[in-house]
């Protein structure tokens, strides 16, 4: 506990030694009122929120008369519920607690529990609700929902499906979207009676090791391993990732994770031909084969070389590397789907352009005006984030700007991040729904949000993450979020 341990420090276990602090610890001694206040100010936000939620406050679910959209309300009982959350949030809270009192240690088999408990909120959260497993079924196999599996069903011949995929009749998601998510269930669907009970808890377990990424995806900001750990408790914490299983929503961030991590990891490599540009090719494959919305990181990526560029001084030297490793990527990734098209016939590019006029055609029905979800989404994506996020971002945001260095590549990163989602919101990319489709975007918050947590004194961050899983809680017990 490096609170606790500062605490201890500042005393003289030895009477007769004189006890002299360090500029640091006096430093931290006098920023422990302002922290408190901080702290109090973000439990207050998560108790307001949590209260409005109880008591089914619009629009704390969204709006119909607003946005056209809204989280119906519902009543599943909020002590109900967290009884049936309090196991995982008990592993959660395990790591977390351990973890204080050796801040500096490897965290490998914590982040395993961390992982657990995020499945088991997933897990227990089905459960709260009457339906049970029978509700894992029932999205997995609906038409609304998902359409992913029983668009799978139909798949006769793998290469001749393939080889049309983009003149294809498909379900409502499923013709937005790339097949990756259609083949995801195919071999479940060959294999398994239970075919959309196991391939949707395997979506849940797949989306769970989220957990571990993020502990790899904070290093780009932190070397700090206790930080890092934190940023993972708290990414398995968030409401996204528990209350839209078993959607493959919930998988994205791990793309969009190895995404920033190989490409910030490509560029800072002495290597002539980095392995984590041909790294970076093989996961933009995967990603595109999944979800064409993962395309907007590339805003990040873009927003990063040009940071990384700068801090190099503009010189040629950087300028070649940075194309070399965009190179490199665009081939592997080119490359892959070269060779599914000679094999099976596949056209990305087809099938991209037809995914967008599907997108097109849906977005007249949906009708989601520019200005009100411009102003909306925001908010949509903090809930999925659990909103004691906002005022623990916003703190962080006031530490960067008042000392402002972007020579820091922490700061960097995290102003990079921001302005990451802030893009997609106002060129309206991806309209409406964000807690659920912005969901690839919230590793960007979660870590600047772990970065705020580490600074508060250990008993104030334990009280922070008990309120976020009674968000978690409440949020699940009086929201639909998948109506299948």
């Keep these: 506990m490096e609170n606790l341990a500062l605490d201890k420090s500042l005393r003289c276990e030895d009477l007769r030694t004189p006890c002299v602090p360090t500029v640091q610890q006096k430093k931290q001694r006098a920023e422990y009122p302002s922290m408190n206040i901080e702290a109090l100010t973000v439990l207050a936000v998560g108790v307001a929120f949590f209260i409005g939620v109880a008591f089914q406050r619009s629009p704390l679910n969204g709006s119909l008369r607003l946005t056209h959209w809204e989280w ?15 196991v995982p949030f008990a592993c959660i809270a395990y790591v977390l607690w351990n973890a204080e009192s050796r801040p500096d240690s490897r965290f490998s088999f914590d982040l395993w529990i961390l992982a657990l408990g995020n499945f088991l909120l997933q897990i227990m959260g089905i459960l709260a609700d009457s339906r049970g497993f029978g509700l894992v079924q029932q999205t997995v196999r609906s038409w609304s929902a998902t359409s992913y599996f029983m668009d799978a069903a139909r798949i006769q011949d793998l290469a001749t499906w393939l080889h049309d ?30 075919a959309a009970l196991i391939g949707g808890c395997v979506v849940g377990c797949v989306g769970s090791l989220g957990v571990l990424v993020t502990y790899k995806f904070a290093g780009l900001w932190t070397d700090n391993q206790h930080t890092r750990l934190i940023a993972s408790a708290f990414y398995a914490l968030l409401p996204a990732t528990t209350l839209f299983f078993p959607e493959m929503d919930q998988v994205y961030p791990i793309f969009s994770m190895l995404l920033i991590l190989s490409w910030c ?21 995967l990603s595109t084969f999944f979800a064409y919305n993962l395309l907007t990181v590339g805003a990040f990526l873009a927003y990063y070389g040009l940071y990384w560029i700068w801090q190099q001084g503009w010189t040629r030297s950087s300028w070649i590397t940075l194309l070399i490793n965009s190179g490199i990527a665009a081939g592997v990734c080119t490359g892959t789907y070269l060779a599914l ?87 309206g990319t991806l309209r409406g729904e964000a807690a659920r489709v912005w969901l690839f975007l919230l590793p960007l918050l979660v870590v600047p949000v772990a970065l705020e947590l580490y600074r508060f004194r250990w008993r104030w ?24």
């Design 72 to 86: 119906p309300w519902r009543d599943l009982g909020i002590l109900h519920t967290a009884l049936f959350l309090i």
């Design 461 to 484: 961050r334990i009280a922070i993450f008990s309120m976020q899983w009674l968000i978690v809680a409440c949020v699940k017990a009086k929201m639909f979020f998948i109506i299948p």
């Design 165 to 194: 995929f983009d003149r294809a009749s498909l379900g409502f998601h499923s013709s937005t979207h790339p097949p990756g998510p259609i083949l995801f269930y195919y071999p479940f669907f060959q294999l398994f009676d239970s």
């Design 341 to 427: 098209w000679l094999a099976t016939g596949f056209n990305p590019i087809a099938s991209f352009r037809h995914a967008l006029a599907n997108q097109a055609a849906y977005a007249v029905f949906l009708n989601r005006p520019y200005l009100r979800y411009a102003l909306f989404d925001p908010y949509d994506f903090f809930l999925g984030a659990g909103i004691v996020a906002l005022p623990l971002l916003l703190f962080q945001l006031y530490r960067v700007l008042r000392d402002f260095d972007p020579t820091r590549k922490e700061v960097a990163l995290t102003l990079i991040g921001i302005a990451t989602i802030l893009t997609i919101d106002l060129t």
């Design 265 to 285: 990891r490509s560029l800072d490599s002495k290597q002539r031909i980095p392995l984590e540009s041909v790294y970076l090719g093989a996961i933009l494959f």
